[in-house]
């Protein structure tokens, strides 16, 4: 068996460890005789995998008691309609700070809801950057800020969070558990599982308690928080193997020594890549340098031409799924916490071997 290094934006590489013992307990979980697939989802050994993994994310987060976290289903772009739904009332609205995509599909959804009002935007430069604070319109009558702190397409990511008087709502899907954040910073966060938390299926979302009683009678039940938080996420059958798998997830982590010790990791990946990029006349890097994102590091070939035959020999080295995203074009490395720093060195060979035959 030959893995390859993968970098994809998602879902994305998991950890080796985690896919080992996945695989250990694959037929007999715990002495149960069968796989965590095949159990029932109110069955005490589910029930005990499903709290487990709720306390070490909380551990990890450093999640007070003032904070939900729910274990959904519906992806992250389910959120982009459930938060509103869960907030705000129709003739109220959201601000939005928009740096890519990501930021352009929330604001699109949340219209259908209330007012999506857009006080900064990127666009004029391409996505390139976050809009500086100072230019950001806060004169609306909203009480909620919405940003998408990592742009996975972009490779755009906050790198401080503002303090605003309004209430913070950040999509952290191609972030969450890279870097240690504070909690108390956000009224409401989520992201889907499928980069950094584990298998596609989970969308994993930590909300204040107290803005939790003002959903939508025609919320969907299974949207609604405060619904969700009394039924600890088991309002109907729960993604029970995504959430078994990011809970080992979650103890890799632990065992890796926390958020600071995998931050620390992830800064010495991404710069490596960047450093690279930066010094040679070869490659290019789309992104202004303060928002260079630690997660997906998009680059350029500075001759387009040579596109193809780039991710060919990559692929041929065991260097997998590098095509940026259709929409941008040239090159994307997604470096989450499941790709090794040995996939970055791999890649940073080929870089330069690349560089010495094509250059
Ligand atoms: N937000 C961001 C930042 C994402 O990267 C993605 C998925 N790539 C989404 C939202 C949508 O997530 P999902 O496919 O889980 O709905």
Same mark, same amino acid.
Do not use: C, H
């Given at each position: 068996m030959e893995r390859v290094y993968n970098f994809s934006a998602g879902p994305a590489a998991l950890p080796e460890p985690v896919l080992e013992r996945a695989k250990a307990e694959m037929l007999d979980y715990g002495s149960s005789g069968m796989s965590v697939m095949e159990m029932s989802h109110r069955s005490n050994a589910f029930v005990e995998?499903?709290?487990?993994?709720?306390?070490? *994310?909380?551990?990890?987060?450093?999640?007070?008691?003032?904070?939900? #976290?729910l274990f959904l289903q519906?992806?992250?772009?389910? !959120?982009? /309609?459930?938060?509103?739904?869960? @907030?705000?009332?129709?003739?109220?609205s959201i601000d939005y #700070?928009?740096?890519?995509?990501?930021? !352009?599909?929330?604001i699109a959804e949340c219209s259908k809801y209330c007012h999506a009002n857009v006080i900064a935007s990127s666009i004029e430069t391409g996505f390139d950057r976050i809009p500086e604070e100072d230019d950001w319109n806060m004169d609306s009558n909203s009480q909620f800020v919405h940003i998408c702190s990592n742009e996975t397409i972009g490779g755009v990511q906050f790198k401080e969070f503002p303090s605003l008087d309004k209430i913070l709502i950040a999509d952290m899907s191609s972030e969450l558990l890279s870097r240690q954040i504070n909690i108390n910073d956000f009224g409401l966060i989520y992201a889907g599982a499928q980069k950094n938390i584990g298998p596609a299926g989970l969308t994993i979302v930590i909300v204040r308690k107290d803005l939790c009683s003002k959903a939508r009678p025609e919320t969907p039940a299974v949207f609604n928080y405060g619904a969700q938080a009394e039924a600890d996420s088991m309002l109907n059958t729960p993604p029970t193997y995504s959430w078994y798998l990011a809970g080992l997830v979650f103890e890799w982590l632990l065992e @890796?020594?926390? *958020?600071?010790?995998?931050?620390?990791?992830?800064?010495?990946?991404? !710069?490596? *890549?960047?450093?690279?990029i930066q010094?040679? &006349? $070869?490659?290019?890097?789309?992104? &202004?340098?303060?928002?260079?994102?630690?997660?997906? #590091?998009? $680059?350029?070939?500075?001759?387009?031409? *040579? &596109?193809d035959a780039f991710l060919k020999e990559a692929e041929q080295v065991g260097l997998t799924n590098l095509k940026g995203h259709?929409? #941008?074009?040239?090159?994307?490395? /997604?470096i989450y916490n499941g790709v090794p720093p040995g996939a970055v060195y791999a890649l940073l060979d080929f870089m330069k071997e690349f560089e010495a035959k094509y250059g």
């Open positions: 995998i499903a709290s487990r993994a709720e306390a070490n *994310l909380r551990n990890l987060l450093k999640i007070g008691e003032d904070y939900y #976290v519906g992806g992250a772009t389910a !959120q982009f /309609s459930a938060f509103p739904m869960n @907030l705000v009332s129709p003739e109220d #700070v928009s740096t890519g995509s990501w930021s !352009q599909k929330a @890796l020594g926390g *958020l600071d010790a995998v931050e620390k990791i992830n800064n010495e990946k991404a !710069q490596k *890549l960047y450093d690279a010094a040679s &006349d $070869f490659y290019d890097s789309p992104v &202004d340098p303060r928002y260079r994102s630690t997660m997906n #590091v998009p $680059f350029k070939l500075k001759d387009e031409s *040579l &596109d259709r929409s #941008v074009g040239g090159m994307r490395a /997604s």
